[in-house]
């Protein structure tokens, strides 16, 4: 990121195909003597080949806990999956034999609604699969939002030109409904930077700028007559317009944070990338307004669900189509499994990509961004075909987990639905949720949904 | 594509099959607005006769049957109105997340909650929007319908517009409480504006307002103006026009035979279509297509994304023509050849082409198609890429025509496609689909739902007729082991009169109406109503006489 002065930004300029352009000089809407911590989820679809992307070094057996060091490992003791993120190894927390215990049988919806709720899924009236509780990203943005800055920001990048689908869900606002994320990035440029005021310098407001200010004003006039509403309401009809109520006020706090602005220029100004609209060129894109937000404190917590990948994005055309239809359910085809395995190192190079545009950003202390972010990539499912059991769980940065280290977790816990293979599992992933919630300063939260969860141990050293 | 390969075996014994499996997830992601007969407003009306208004219903009003007090505005409810507020003006994108939906319905009351971004679109597009109608002094005095040349006339202009674009914003009058409040702020935008500013303003305010945005009952029974909102947004799935507003004004929506006269009424004008429409949309998962496109290009080469859309916008042709228009019901959508192609679509169909990209009515042939469960779009969507899933096709037919779910498969289940198997080449797709599922473990479950799916072998990956699958005859006779509709049958002809005969079918159906057209779950107090729904699906009578059956429920007029 460059520090360089404003540049105007022009949506139209966003949307032509091959231009470049700018994000204006952005706006630290506050100043922390401490850099905060940010949450960042990256969350990717399908099973990962376990074979392909553990990593052993001599004499540690798969059922015991182990560790070791991977500061000083050599690029050729990555697995073939992790490779990409060699760069990054002295800021990396890769988890081994991690589980997700409340998945059970149905690997896909179960786990989209479970992985990052850590509550048991439940079943609607439909009988389809949904999250019983909030998402462990929404528990932390509800307790660690700033006034004027949004809670968290959900992004997803999709197949299908730029408003394809996403069809996962793996954020939950609460019992059944799921977070909507923005797939556009237009529309993601324009929540985050879209309404920065122009430095125009000259002090007489233009009627557009006179009809922007009331627009903030027409917000809070609103706002009261829902709450004037809810108060002659009851029970979920009440909270449900309490709740709207609330986030109109959130979004006047932001649009008052962003007119008055300009405390402390954060002096981001990250060029976006063009070209061809592929889901490689989105979520780079989303990277940098991500870590633009981040450095700019304009949200705390962030996500990215990932879609679908086509076979022939990554080189392997000649099993077709995408990665379910031509590789997931490999059959134990030795050509499919490697393909997985590829599919799997092209979100390692995402990631390493996040993780690169977080620690190139300083913090007013010294530190860099991502030292103070806990980025999580966590998968879908685990290793195998819609078992998920060795989970393949990557965390970068840290914000105050020891990293630099691949920590491996005996087998020993009784699985609760024994089939097959199946009868003894790593440490449930709630516990990761809750290491990752009490780090992030939700220091009194024991339980997810309705269970009472411990924290993972040996996460700080 | 995120479907499993649902040749997995089922970890239950072979008596007992019950539970539910999940069905596929609606895309929440943000999506441009779609063309097409759904969310069109033009069209033409019904064909045939008005439905008939019905006797008076014999079930009882009971409590907790009510419909939901507090319901946002869904996707395509917040499309439609926007589109009938502001009628011929081409608005900006509005583009509004998805919401988390039940069973297919995006309408759920309960779950339509709101969320930051949902605040944030809202706003962004309500000032968009507002500034396409009024963002200039020439725009707004047409808005408003005035010309004012001094202050006090611009006063009494923008309370004049408040009054009358409240009442059609609201779908209720303005308490005079709420027009000083919203011509105090009108004036305030003036003095801070100008008045086209103040005329934006408070355009863009309406738009967010908690009025607009949700629909809101209270009381112990519904006033006029409630009445009117529940049947604008039950048969239109939009806001009411100035004819219902002056129906609910003089007090005619109060008597049950005033409100079937107006349901009468707007079942003719051709907004009807959206709903009728929508529903099977939504019922049927007409847009699962997008999630299932992904076809093995070497087999089937005439699988372009042309194609593609021309398969899923049939439905939408298929369901307004043969159902809303012609006023059909269950059987003509399980049994009628009837529909509408363009040129690829009537290839893939083997039918002749209509000139160059026009779409013309025609009938399919009648051997090897019926209704919708032998259309593209059903066939492609309940598939693989190489080749049709039979338990995908038959799971989809038990929840969507039966309502009856299966437990998902055990973890340790062989999900690779058999397809993939070293003999493959010498088999059919149902050999193949029977030796996976063989086993006593799994042979329980499979034998409910994988007979529906072997006797639509007759169709391939994207839905093309075929009497021949790797050189072999095709076998689609089977036993049926579900429900009412037990006993042999062969091909998809015999199966779709099958399901067109069957009381748990109509039932079914009749439940999946009332869900979408209640917003809610059906609960116990609802028995009587989903009864009489019931008989009018299985007597045969159309969609539009199901629509009216549903007007003179007690749920919807207390």
């Not at chain 1, 990761?432 to 309705?450: C, E, F, K, V």
Request: with cysteine; aromatic share 8%; hydrophobic share 40%.
């Amino acid at each position: 990121m460059s520090m360089s002065g404003a540049v105007p930004f022009s949506r139209r300029a966003l949307m032509a195909a091959g231009a470049s352009y700018f994000l204006p000089s952005l706006v630290r809407t506050t100043q922390a003597a401490t850099p905060p911590k940010r949450l960042l989820i990256f969350f990717t679809i399908h099973g990962n080949p376990y074979p392909h992307w553990k990593m052993r070094r001599n004499g540690l057996a798969d059922d015991t806990t182990w560790e070791f060091d991977l500061k000083n490992a050599a690029q050729g003791e990555f697995s073939r999956t992790f490779a990409p993120l060699y760069e990054h190894r002295d800021k990396l927390l890769i988890l081994d034999t991690l589980s997700n215990q409340l998945s059970r049988y149905d690997a896909h919806y179960a786990s989209e609604a479970s992985l990052l709720t850590g509550a048991e899924p439940a079943r609607d009236a439909s009988g389809s699969l949904v999250g019983s509780a909030p998402s462990i990203d929404q528990i932390v943005a509800e307790r660690i939002r700033q006034p004027g800055a949004l809670g968290s920001l959900e992004l997803g990048v999709a197949t299908g030109g730029a408003n394809g689908t996403v069809p996962y869900k793996g954020i939950w606002q609460g019992r059944g409904v799921a977070m909507p994320y923005i797939v556009d990035q237009a529309v993601a440029f324009e929540r985050l930077f879209g309404r920065l005021p122009g430095q125009t310098g000259s002090t007489a407001l233009t009627r557009d700028q006179k009809i922007e200010k009331r627009r903030r004003v027409i917000l809070d006039e609103e706002r009261a007559r829902y709450r004037a509403l809810a108060t002659r309401l009851s029970g979920a009809d009440r909270t449900r317009l309490e709740s709207h109520a609330s986030m109109i006020g959130d979004l006047s706090e932001r649009l008052k944070a962003a007119e008055g602005g300009l405390q402390v220029s954060c002096g981001s100004k990250p060029e976006m990338a063009a070209g061809a609209r592929s889901m490689n060129l989105k979520f780079e894109n989303f990277a940098r307004m991500i870590t633009a937000a981040f450095a700019c404190d304009m949200t705390r917590v962030a996500s990215i669900q990932m879609a679908q990948t086509a076979s022939a994005d990554f080189g392997h055309a000649s099993l077709g189509g995408n990665v379910h239809g031509g590789m997931a359910h490999h059959g134990n085809v030795a050509s499919k499994i490697l393909g997985m395995s590829d599919y799997y190192r092209v979100h390692a190079q995402q990631f390493a990509t996040l993780l690169s545009h977080l620690r190139a950003v300083k913090e007013p202390d010294g530190s860099s961004l991502l030292d103070n972010t806990i980025a999580l990539w966590v998968p879908e499912i685990g290793s195998w075909v819609h078992q998920t059991k060795h989970l393949p769980v990557v965390i970068g940065g840290g914000a105050g987990f020891k990293v630099g280290r691949y920590m491996h977790y005996a087998s020993d816990v009784p699985a609760e639905v024994p089939t097959g293979s199946y009868r003894r599992l790593g440490p449930s992933h709630a516990k990761l949720l809750i290491s990752i919630a009490r780090q992030m300063g939700l220091t009194d939260l024991g339980q997810l949904g309705n269970i009472p969860v411990t924290p993972l141990p040996g996460l700080t050293g | 594509m995120r479907a499993f390969f649902a040749v997995t075996c089922l970890l239950v014994s072979s008596s007992a099959c019950t539970g539910a499996i999940g069905e596929d997830p609606d895309d929440p992601g943000l999506v441009d607005v779609e063309e097409g007969a759904a969310g069109s407003t033009g069209g033409t009306g019904p064909t045939g006769t008005d439905p008939v208004i019905p006797p008076p219903s014999s079930c009882s009003a009971t409590g907790p049957s009510k419909l939901p007090a507090v319901r946002r505005l869904s996707r395509p409810e917040y499309r439609n109105v926007m589109a009938d507020l502001f009628p011929g003006v081409v608005l900006p994108a509005l583009d509004v997340p998805e919401d988390s939906g039940r069973g297919g319905f995006e309408n759920v009351a309960e779950l339509l909650a709101p969320t930051p971004l949902h605040i944030e679109r809202y706003e962004a597009i309500a000032y968009a929007v507002s500034a396409k109608v009024s963002g200039t002094e020439a725009a707004a005095r047409t808005l408003a319908g005035c010309a004012p040349t001094n202050a006090a006339e611009q006063q009494a202009c923008g309370r004049k517009f408040i009054e009358s674009f409240g009442l059609r914003a609201f779908r209720r009058p303005l308490s005079p409480v709420e027009i000083s409040d919203y011509v105090a702020s009108f004036e305030a935008s003036r003095a801070a504006v100008d008045f086209g500013g103040a005329i934006q303003l408070v355009v863009s305010r309406f738009l967010q307002s908690v009025d607009f945005l949700y629909r809101i009952e209270s009381g112990p029974r519904p006033d006029d103006w409630m009445m009117a909102g529940r049947l604008s947004f039950l048969i239109w799935q939009s806001l009411p026009d100035a004819a219902l507003l002056e129906a609910a004004r003089l007090g005619r929506l109060t008597s049950r035979d005033g409100i079937a006269t107006e349901a009468q009424r707007m079942l003719r004008d051709p907004r009807g279509r959206r709903a009728v429409v929508d529903f099977h949309r939504q019922w049927l998962d007409f847009d699962k297509l997008a999630s299932e496109s992904d076809k093995d290009t070497t087999l089937y080469k005439a699988w372009t994304p042309t194609l593609m859309k021309a398969v899923r916008d049939e439905s939408d042709r298929f369901v307004g023509s043969a159902i809303y228009e012609k006023n059909g019901g269950l059987a003509k959508l399980l049994t009628s050849p009837e529909t509408l192609v363009n040129a690829e679509l009537a290839r893939l169909y083997g039918v002749a082409a209509p000139a160059g990209s026009a779409w013309a009515p025609t009938t399919l042939p009648a051997r090897q198609r019926a209704g919708v469960l032998t259309r593209a779009n059903f066939l492609a969507s309940q598939g693989h890429s190489e080749n049709g899933s039979p338990p995908l096709r038959g799971i989809a037919i038990l929840n969507r025509f039966l309502c009856t779910t299966v437990p998902d498969p055990p973890d340790d289940a062989d999900t690779s496609n058999p397809g993939e198997a070293a003999d493959a080449k010498t088999k059919t797709n149902r050999q193949l689909f029977e030796e996976r599922a063989a086993s006593s473990q799994c042979a329980g479950c499979h034998a409910l739902f994988n007979p529906l799916g072997y006797a639509l072998e007759n169709f391939d990956a994207i839905g093309r007729y075929r009497a021949t699958d790797n050189g072999k005859p095709v076998n689609a006779s089977v036993t049926l082991a579900v429900a009412d509709l037990e006993g042999a049958l062969t091909g998809p002809i015999e199966l779709s009169n099958r399901l067109a005969g069957s009381a748990q079918v109509a039932g079914c159906m009749a439940t999946k109406w009332f869900t979408f057209a209640a917003g809610r779950d059906v609960g116990p107090n609802d028995a009587c109503a989903v009864g009489e729904l019931t008989k009018t699906v299985s007597s045969g009578k159309g969609i539009l006489d199901l629509v009216m059956q549903t007007v003179v429920t007690p749920q919807f007029l207390n």
